[in-house]
């Protein structure tokens, strides 16, 4: 059998082998602290379990609509009309099988073999990939430690051709934490209001995981709400990532041509779990406070005790749950035998030799770096960084 030229091309993001990686360590009977992926480590609030139940007790276990139940699609549009000032129609929205399909459909629908995607970098894993496989050529942006890895306007003009399409970015940031500001928003507007043929695509599924600097989208400069697709989800500030539920708020001929789109690939997203997201709108948002204020918590911690590790260089992220380590004075040295050249070399050696798991920065556009979750207990955390020192004693 024979795979296609177009699968041999896709790569597992770096994120996933290093928690399979992980897992077969365990299987051995190691014990290892796993920072590698993405997922809190808190359980769904109660209050949205229990209204899983009761979709499932009243008969929702049929197919849904495409883009979404109308009652889901309208607590959508309160949520960014409460949090984001955003007023939007229910045929703005349209809800997928996690934001990675939200992406892929935006993305999808809007590229064409040749076209140009600015992306800042560090940028998720999948940013890049999606757009490759759309025909897209994605046109990456270095924004390094000293800029807190956020874009400038300076870089973005920059960047700008006349094949330019799309400008894909996420804030807060995964793999950095990095929040753009009202003031970096309004300079970037100030840039893109003179190329309206660009489209924005405003990732913000870490929104409630923020640190005190306040959430800002782009859509909320100007006339950009009629180009700018925010993509958010339920994963990261409900702790629903099994849940698989994101959406997009986007314009409406862009919507529905996502939706169609989607009916051919999986139809509506899971009935129950979007019961359950309605409450998770619109009930009690203290469970998702509460989480937010254990990762401050551990942010506070860790942050301090990875700088004070030899050769790690550390921004203070200021939403998500990651510290993105400049690794790059780690080059040369040795670890149990290994010269590590790179950052893959490090990411390898700390899995093996002091059995914490990080990821390479080269699967987000930074090759000088480490991405390390915080999303798990202060206990593994203080095991992890313990480790780290005792390697690089």
């Not at 400038?152 to 894909?168: D, F, G, H, N, Y």
């Not at 928003?185 to 913000?204: C, M, N």
């Not at 959430?215 to 993509?231: C, L, N, P, W």
Request: aromatic fraction near 10%; charge should be negative.
């Amino acid at each position: 059998m024979k795979l296609s030229n177009y699968i041999d091309a896709i790569r597992e993001p770096q994120t996933i082998l290093m928690a399979k990686l992980s897992r077969e360590l365990k299987a051995q009977g190691k014990d290892v602290v796993d920072l590698s992926l993405g997922e809190p480590d808190f359980i769904t609030p109660a209050h949205i379990i229990e209204a899983a139940r009761k979709a499932m007790d009243e008969g929702y276990t049929k197919y849904p609509p495409v883009a979404g139940y109308p009652e889901l699609r309208e607590a959508i549009c309160e949520k960014l009309q409460r949090d984001n000032q955003l007023t939007y129609r229910s045929e703005n929205i349209v809800v997928s099988t996690g934001a990675k399909q939200a992406l892929a459909n935006v993305i999808h629908c809007l590229i064409e073999t040749g076209d140009e995607v600015i992306i800042p970098t560090p940028y998720w894993v999948s940013y890049a990939t999606l757009v490759k496989m759309a025909g897209g050529t994605p046109v990456f942006i270095s924004c390094g430690i000293e800029a807190h890895f956020k874009l400038s306007a300076a870089q973005l003009r920059a960047a700008i051709t006349p094949k330019t399409r799309m400008l894909i970015y996420s804030s807060p940031s995964n793999p950095a934490g990095a929040v753009y500001t009202r003031e970096e928003l309004q300079e970037l507007y100030e840039v893109l209001k003179d190329y309206p043929e660009i489209t924005v695509v405003s990732d913000e599924i870490y929104e409630y995981i923020n640190y005190g600097t306040g959430h800002y989208s782009i859509a909320q400069f100007g006339e950009m709400k009629d180009r700018t697709v925010i993509v958010n989800g339920f994963a990261k500030g409900y702790a629903m990532t099994g849940w698989r539920l994101g959406y997009i708020a986007a314009p409406e001929p862009l919507a529905k041509a996502c939706e169609k789109l989607q009916s051919q690939i999986t139809s509506g997203a899971n009935s129950i779990a979007q019961r359950a997201a309605i409450t998770a709108l619109l009930g009690d948002q203290q469970p998702t406070r509460d989480m937010c204020s254990a990762y401050k918590q551990r942010r506070d911690y860790f942050i301090p005790a990875l700088a004070a590790i030899p050769g790690f260089k550390v921004a203070n992220p200021d939403g998500a749950f990651y510290a993105f380590v400049d690794v790059t004075s780690c080059f040369g040295k040795t670890i149990a035998g290994q010269t590590i050249k790179d950052a893959d070399d490090l990411a390898m050696a700390l899995l093996h030799h002091a059995h914490v798991t990080g990821v390479s920065g080269t699967s987000f556009g930074e090759p000088n770096c480490i991405r390390f979750s915080f999303a798990t207990s202060m206990d593994r955390l203080e095991e992890a960084i313990a480790r780290l020192h005792k390697i690089f004693s």
